[in-house]
């Protein structure tokens, strides 16, 4: 998520959640959690949203099913 505006996210305990993730699934990770940002500015959200970390574990999850 180098270069997207976050919040203070805690990487280091979210890293445990993705054990035995490929790159692929890591990379989507980052993707999904990108897109749920962009669906709550379309949503009416301030175009300065950043990333949560919320938005990273429900994409981890998401990656995960």
Do not use: W, Y
Not at 10 to 38: D, R, Y
């Amino acid at each position: 998520l180098s270069g997207i505006p976050c919040e203070k996210i805690s990487f280091s305990a979210l890293s445990s959640q993705c054990e035995g993730f490929s790159g692929a699934e890591i990379e989507l990770v980052c993707e999904k959690a990108k897109q749920s940002v962009i669906r709550a500015i379309i949503g009416g959200a301030s175009n300065d949203t950043k990333i949560t970390e919320n938005d990273v574990i429900s994409a981890i999850k998401s990656v995960r099913m």
